[in-house]
């Protein structure tokens, strides 16, 4: 377990040097500032504008950094050649991929903190309510973040960086595409079709299911029961994927 820690908070310290975190939290600053501006030149309601605009960029800015720096988690690592000084020392891969893992949440975790205080403050500053379902919103995201954060670690394990980039987005956008699928599948008279989108809704994750900013954006809260089974799932998708690395990790030759 110590082993772990050590990796994580390394990988932590090493992140948080990285101006790429900073350029990103600073981009999604500027747009929670700037959905006050836009809600300004809006027919919309002032402070649902403030309130979509600053859950979609704490969003987009958490999956964009999960995505892009947790690619480079373990072939940064192969490409320096450092992965083989780490493997001679009594670390097990797995928990080389554990550390790694965790290290990436500890940073996304601080960056997605600092993206609240600053949401939180514009809506106090601009006097829009603040309700318990912002907060269902935003761990939701974090669930998510998470998840997006294993499916980069787990093609980073097999292949390079930039496919790894290509194929987590691309898993990203059809996560949020399962449920047409489904409709899809609902309405085709062809069973080969059928099978297709079946098999693409039961085997990539369902991200719309972490989805509530919508409702938050207008004060409408979900059951927690709801909230508690959608991190469930999102949890158990995010640990499906991390045994999946681990096991691809082990057997790859150094």
């Known amino acids: 377990m110590w082993p772990v820690v050590v ?39 002032h402070h649902r504008m403030i309130t979509d605009m600053g859950l979609a960029a704490i969003n987009v800015v958490g999956v964009v950094i999960a995505i892009f720096v947790g690619i480079g988690l373990v072939g940064k690592e192969i490409e320096r050649r450092t992965v083989y000084t780490i493997m001679a020392r009594p670390i097990r891969r797995t928990q080389f991929i554990l550390g790694k ?74 996560g949020h595409l399962t449920m047409d699928l489904k409709g899809i599948a609902e309405k085709s008279q062809s069973e080969t079709v059928k099978a297709v989108t079946n098999s693409v809704y039961y085997i990539f994750p369902n991200l719309e299911m972490l989805n509530v900013k919508a409702q938050a954006a207008v004060g409408v809260g979900v059951p927690y029961a709801y909230q508690a089974t959608a991190s469930l799932y999102g949890l158990l998708y995010t640990a499906a994927l991390l045994v999946g690395a681990c096991i691809i990790f082990q057997r790859r030759d150094f």
Do not use: C
Not at 16 to 30: E, Q, S, T
Not at 101 to 120: D, E, P, R, S
Not at 131 to 158: D, R
């Open 101 to 174: 893992y965790l290290g990436l949440v500890m940073t996304l975790g601080v960056n997605m903190a600092v993206m609240v205080i600053v949401f939180l403050a514009t809506l106090w500053l601009y006097r829009a309510p603040v309700h318990g379902v912002l907060m269902q919103a935003v761990a939701l995201i974090f669930v998510e973040v998470l998840l997006v954060t294993a499916m980069a670690l787990f093609f980073s394990t097999f292949t390079t960086s930039t496919l790894s980039a290509s194929f987590t987005i691309g898993m990203f956008v059809v």
């Open 7 to 45: 990796i994580a908070l390394n990988t932590f310290r090493e992140n948080l040097r990285d101006k790429i975190l900073y350029n990103l939290v600073f981009f999604a600053l500027l747009l929670i500032g700037a959905s006050t501006l836009l809600a300004d030149l809006t027919i919309m309601e």
